[in-house]
């Protein structure tokens, strides 16, 4: 999607989270907080601003991406509708529009190259084996998620290495390790079961940084 997270309307977003059931005190909390903030900007050395947007959610913050997918559910129910309908010629709605140069289409072995080009045209589209990363998370997973999850082992042994150079008590090792090493591999967990041995491997390691004597996070009892 083009923009996506800057051209929900926040009309539709309330909109949605009433249809689900949300209380009505609840939503206006939550639209409070999404509404409720200003942009300034630096130019030519002066302030500009207050900049005040009038749709959009902030990417970055923990609640739009939940958000957000509350949103693309709506959009979801209104093509399901129009396409038994037999409409299905454009839906507008949620302010959301397609980026087809962010966009591409993946065939299984068995689809022959004159098919894949009609297909590719239709849509507007090219054509690919890999869709590479979508918000930090990869797109397609193949045979061997060990190798697919590495970049997660190498971030967290990094953390841990860094750390691992300071004189840290045992309350701010706990600190470090619930809230920002634990929290890398969770990330990736939301979407995607991760292999059991990685997890080991990360388990591992954080033992060895909770235990560790040494400032190279070794020696110490396990």
Known sequence: MSKAYNRI??????????????????????????????????????????????????????LSSYLFILCAEGLSALIRKNEHAGLLHGVQASGQMVNFSKSSISFTLNVNEDVKEQFCHILEVNATANHGTYLGLPSFI??????????????????????????????????????????IPNYAMQVYLLPLDLCKELETMMNSFWWGSRRDGRGGIR
């Open 142 to 183: 193949g045979r061997n998620k060990k190798e697919v999850f590495s970049s997660i082992r190498g971030r967290v042994w990094q953390k841990l290495y860094s750390w691992s150079m300071n004189l840290l008590s045992g309350a701010g090792k706990e600190i470090l390790l619930k809230i920002v090493a634990q929290a």
């Open 9 to 62: 309307k926040w009309a539709f977003l309330e909109a949605m989270l009433l249809r689900l059931g949300f209380d009505a005190k609840w939503v206006t909390l939550i639209m409070l907080c999404v509404s409720t903030f200003r942009y300034h900007v630096i130019r030519d050395g002066k302030e500009i601003g207050p900049i005040v947007p009038s749709r959009g959610l902030r990417q970055g913050d923990p």
